[in-house]
């Protein structure tokens, strides 16, 4: 998918001054990573087939494939997706087409063709298998700490209604 180095670690770009930022970024189409997050419903965001979708996808996930594919993109890390704002996961804005209207890379001439590509190459990249490894080993540990219970044993008694 690129090279190496690439792959091993997300990297995280550092915020541009705004007199940084290509012209006309403010319209280019928006990507919200809950579009292809298979965990969520069509009513909460999703946008494609759940066939096509991956599961919990990271801001920086999509802006590696969004290189992947040569397209100019703009992070906005503090944005909230308005379905769900209580969780401020960030949105990507991502050049699809020049000027003329002509698609700058012909493999995503559309939003939609490219969140199926986010669907599919995400859970191929490295820097999300390690991602999801110390998440899991976190959770583990989390578990082993908290006694991997409530600590509370049942009386076996059933309780009573209250009227």
């Not at 705004?18 to 999703?46: C, H, K, M």
């Not at 409530?150 to 209250?162: F, N």
Request: proline share 6%; aromatic share 6%; charged share 35%.
């Amino acid at each position: 998918m690129g090279d190496e180095e690439q792959q091993e670690r997300v990297v995280v770009p550092p915020q541009r001054r705004e007199s940084e930022l290509p012209d006309g970024w403010e319209t280019w189409p928006t990507f919200y990573p809950q579009y292809v997050d298979s965990n969520r419903t069509i009513a909460q965001g999703r946008k494609v087939a759940r066939a096509d979708a991956c599961m919990a996808p990271h801001i920086y996930e999509l802006a590696e494939i969004a290189r992947y594919f040569k397209l100019q993109f703009v992070i906005e890390g503090n944005k909230a997706y308005p379905r769900d704002n209580i969780r401020r996961a960030g949105r990507i804005k991502v050049q699809l087409k020049d000027a003329e209207g002509n698609a700058i890379n012909p493999e995503v001439p559309s939003r939609i063709a490219l969140c199926r590509q986010f669907g599919k190459l995400i859970p191929k990249l490295k820097s999300r298998e390690k991602r999801i490894a110390v998440s899991k080993m976190r959770q583990e540990q989390m578990v082993k700490a908290s006694g991997g219970g409530s600590g509370k044993k049942s009386s076996g008694k059933k309780k009573k209604k209250r009227r």
